[in-house]
């Protein structure tokens, strides 16, 4: 009997961390599903990653429209399988940074379309096939969940949503055999990350490969073991339950 690779769908997957865990659960042996809005940056990654001999399916697209999420989850569909969904992309809103006072209703929205209503949404559609495989779902969370940073609220705002659906999720997802984690990666020197400190230098803030050892670990526990927990994978120790 022939078992088909295990599939990943990582949405922001063209650069930054995304680009990061694509060339990490290649490696580990999935085929990928990576989005993003740009066309140009991920037929890149993309390329660069079937030259090592893994399949892409490099899909443009926006994390906020309904249209483009259902056309990946067909393409998930046409591979047969999706074993980890990793809602990633994320908008930042407003750069500069404005406080919570001054923060237009539009770019909150559109903060919470990209950070929080697209990722519940790609959880939606994609369940029947993480009900299958009992697949996991990695959140992408980020301090700025956890602390009122000023200027940082919109996105803190939704990413500290974002935690709390994982945690829900992990819950009620649990009997179907999906295990769901929420991750705070620390601060690393992206695309994203300038945009939050622009004109300044963040030359001092490691690259998403960092993260690694992080990814490695995570991959290797069962799921049920892990599944409801925040990590943060520049941490000093992660833990599962006993
Ligand atoms: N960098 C940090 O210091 C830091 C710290 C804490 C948490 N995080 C989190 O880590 C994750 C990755 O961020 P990063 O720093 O790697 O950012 P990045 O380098 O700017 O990459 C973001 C990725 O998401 C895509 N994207 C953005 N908006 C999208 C949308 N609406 N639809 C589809 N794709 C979209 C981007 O491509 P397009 O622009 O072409 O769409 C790109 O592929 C995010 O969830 C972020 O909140 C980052």
């Not at 029947?128 to 969370?141: D, E, K």
């Amino acid at each position: 009997m022939t078992h088909s690779p295990p599939v990943a769908l990582i949405t922001g997957g063209s650069r930054g961390l995304g680009a990061t865990l694509a060339t990490f659960l290649g490696a580990e042996g999935f085929h990928l599903v990576l989005t993003a809005r740009d066309p140009g940056p991920l037929t890149a990654t993309a390329t660069r990653l079937r030259a090592r001999g893994v399949r892409v399916e490099a899909l443009p697209g926006d994390v906020a429209r309904e249209e483009d999420r259902r056309r990946w989850m067909e393409a998930v569909g046409s591979l047969g399988r999706l074993d980890l969904l990793v809602n990633n992309a994320s908008a930042l809103g407003p750069s500069p940074r404005v406080p919570l006072r001054d923060l237009p209703v539009e770019s909150f929205r559109e903060i919470l379309e990209v950070n929080l209503v697209g990722p519940l949404r790609l959880i939606q559609l994609a369940h029947p096939f993480l009900a299958a495989s009992h697949g996991r779902i990695w959140n992408i969370s980020s301090d700025a969940a956890r602390e009122g940073y000023a200027g940082w609220g919109g996105y803190g705002g939704s990413k500290a949503a974002l935690d709390l659906l994982s945690k829900t999720l992990a819950e009620e997802l649990r009997d179907d055999g999906i295990s769901v984690v929420s991750v705070d990666p620390g601060d690393m020197r992206t695309a994203l990350h300038q945009a939050a400190y622009p004109g300044e230098s963040i030359d001092d803030r490691p690259l998403p490969e960092v993260t690694l050892p992080f990814w490695a670990w995570l991959l290797g526990q069962p799921g049920d073991r892990v599944s409801g927990e925040r990590y943060r994978a520049q941490g000093d120790r992660w833990e599962v339950r006993p």
